[in-house]
């Protein structure tokens, strides 16, 4: 029943979070609260008995892929404007919705690490289900998923590289 | 059968709510870093409904599919945001709107 109540909390935090992440006019704030998103999806994964997709959820989307969002926008160079928008930035009124929202999902994490019988769904599919399957039936798809990191990996060095060397040269013409 | 405890339409509606959200978001929005981050709240709901029928139906499935959306979208941000990295070099805006023209 606890984990009726907790799913639906969880999905309101998410959708609220998602929509304000949709209309913030700054992409730092939109990226905080869009993280607050994935967190909120991570708890309902672990609700519903996939405990090893909310960790990948929070190691590789909440992680990885938001981390380079944040690298490119600070590579993108707010230059002296970004000064004023860091002292900006730790103004309250910034951090205090996300932050709001991520201690609803850290009271629920709470509950459920201190009740050890807790409102975990009553089948969990483990991790080793998965990864039976993912390398039995599905090794195809594992080999084509392996290409398309490759070819990714790839065309962001290709397209990065440029972006590099580019700006070496227009360096180097000036001085 | 029933391996869930939470009624599955919730989960989906849940799913879709998500979904719109960032199809509007992408329709709404100009910035390509907002263009890029609706796509990854639009892949997320899609991997949501994935692992909650896998669940549901208690089998494995649902989240072998859904490490393959996690890697599409690894790969699609990094290329993604290499493009991004170009727009800015060459057109000095973010604003997909100056780059909707092809150098035919």
Redesign the interface.
């Known amino acids: 029943m606890l984990e009726i109540v907790f799913f639906y909390i969880a999905a309101t935090v998410a959708l609220i979070a998602t929509v304000m992440a949709m209309t913030r006019a700054n992409a730092i704030h939109a990226l905080i609260y869009l993280i607050v998103s994935l967190l909120a999806v991570a708890v309902i994964f672990f609700l519903i008995g996939a405990p090893f997709a909310a960790a990948l959820e929070i190691v590789i989307y909440a992680g990885a892929i938001m981390v380079l969002f944040v690298f490119v926008i600070m590579m993108l160079n707010l230059g002296e404007k970004g000064d004023k928008q860091e002292r900006q930035w730790l103004k309250p009124g910034i951090w205090a919705g996300p932050a709001i929202l991520s201690v609803i999902l850290l009271v629920e994490l709470l509950i459920v690490i201190g009740d050890v019988n807790g409102p975990v769904s009553v089948s969990a599919v483990s991790a080793k289900e998965v990864g039976l399957s993912l390398f039995g039936p599905y090794v195809l798809a594992v080999e084509i998923a392996a290409m398309l990191l490759l070819a990714g990996l790839v065309g962001s060095f290709h397209l990065g590289r440029r972006y590099l060397e580019r700006d070496h040269i227009e360096k180097g013409s000036s001085q | 059968m029933d391996?869930?405890?939470?009624p599955l339409n919730?989960?989906l509606l849940?799913s879709s709510?998500?979904f719109a959200?960032?199809m509007?978001?992408l329709m709404?929005?100009r910035?390509i870093?907002?263009i890029?981050?609706?796509l990854?709240?639009m892949l997320?709901a899609a991997?949501?409904a994935f692992?909650?029928a896998?669940?549901h139906w208690?089998?494995?499935?649902?989240?072998?599919v859904?490490?393959?959306i996690?890697?599409?979208?690894?790969?699609?941000?990094?290329?993604g945001?290499?493009?991004?990295?170009?727009v800015?070099?060459r057109f000095k805006t973010?604003d997909m709107d100056h780059a909707n023209r092809m150098q035919g």
Do not use: W, Y
Not at chain 2, 58 to 64: A, F, R
Not at chain 2, 70 to 79: G, Q, Y
């Open positions: 391996g869930l405890n939470i919730h989960i849940v709510l998500l959200i960032g509007l978001g709404i929005r910035n870093i907002f890029l981050m609706s990854e709240v997320n991997a949501l692992v909650a896998g669940a208690e089998q494995p499935d649902g989240q072998v859904f490490m393959l996690l890697t599409v979208a690894a790969a699609e941000v990094a290329v945001l290499g493009l991004v990295l170009q800015q070099k973010l």
